[in-house]
């Protein structure tokens, strides 16, 4: 049998500061039992072709560079259809938003691809060891995209690494520039070193709120997994809501995207502190949700899903 089942354990449905819905941001949905109203504003959504320019901010490992890679291919190329559920079932939810831009035309949904065409690397901390948004993050973007405002830059943090605004309930995120023209961009921050129990779980105990399990991470890399968990969730945001104008759910504090919404969530019966019922490779003992391409396991965060409008998980 290619993978096990194994349930976990419910905890209380507290509220936490580990999930900062209610608390946090002045937000009153319950992603564990609420449907959510995610609205479509007006603005813009990604769509077609997703050309990625990555830049590795210090020594990221091979780890890390390829499981982020494989992770970004199994998107739109799914691995054995004998593996089930797969990654690209769960890109397919993420594609039908664009069912909800206005006037958008009926029928079969357009397919998205994610492609990497550009990555460099700075291992020489030319900007430090701790990187503001306004000051080294446009100089990054500058570098890595060499002006082309067609890609998607995404920033990623070695292990030494601090990106001003990740940590304290986030661990990626999708921002825009602070510039005459500005651009959506994504950081990813590593939790290796810096605030594994936040951004390290469920593959690392949590600082904060209700202990549940502790999952194994499907690649043997805590880093690596949790850095897919939090990029997934931030590409997901970028594609749905670039300008901050399109889908995403009201919140006066905060607009909280389809990925956001739905913070702590991996499979069915996740409370906060318990990510739910996910798989185990009976090999390894990994912990995952969806299979990807070359063999790759992943564990993904739970979506919204506009056809039941709550979250949901493959």
């Avoid at 409370?271 to 990994?286: F, H, I, Q, S």
């Avoid at 564990?299 to 919204?304: G, Q, V």
């Amino acid at each position: 049998m290619a993978s096990l089942s194994i349930r976990l354990l419910a905890l209380a449905l507290s509220v936490t500061a580990l999930f900062t819905y209610s608390s946090g941001h002045g937000h009153t949905y319950d992603p564990y039992n609420d449907k959510a109203r995610m609205i479509h504003h007006g603005g813009p959504m990604l769509n077609g072709t997703i050309k990625l320019a990555i830049m590795w901010y210090g020594n990221c490992g091979k780890e890390i560079k390829n499981t982020m890679r494989n992770f970004i291919k199994s998107l739109t190329v799914p691995g054995k259809a004998k593996l089930q559920p797969q990654v690209s079932c769960w890109w397919k939810v993420v594609e039908s938003y664009q069912s909800m831009i206005p006037d958008a035309k009926p029928g079969k949904i357009p397919k998205i691809r994610v492609k990497v065409v550009k990555q460099s690397g700075e291992k020489t901390y030319k900007h430090g060891k701790v990187l503001t948004l306004q000051g080294h993050i446009p100089e990054l973007i500058e570098h890595v995209t060499k002006g082309d405002t067609k890609l998607l830059p995404v920033i990623v943090a070695a292990r030494d690494v601090s990106i001003q605004g990740l940590c304290n309930g986030q661990c990626a995120d999708h921002l825009l520039t602070e510039d005459a023209q500005p651009r959506p961009y994504i950081i990813v921050g590593n939790p290796e070193t810096e605030c594994p129990g936040e951004c390290g779980w469920p593959f690392f105990p949590a600082d904060m709120g209700p202990k549940g399990p502790v999952l194994k991470p499907p690649n043997s890399n805590m880093a690596a997994d949790a850095m897919v968990v939090a990029f997934a969730g931030a590409l997901v945001d970028a594609i749905t809501n670039p300008m901050n104008d399109a889908l995403y759910h009201s919140n006066k504090a905060k607009k909280l995207g389809p990925a956001t919404v739905c913070k702590g969530i991996f499979g069915r019966g996740a409370a906060p502190g318990n990510p739910g019922e996910v798989l185990t490779d009976p090999k390894t003992g990994g912990n995952f949700n969806a299979h990807g391409n070359n063999n790759k396991k992943f564990l993904l965060p739970a979506i919204w899903n506009p056809k039941t409008k709550s979250c949901w998980t493959v």
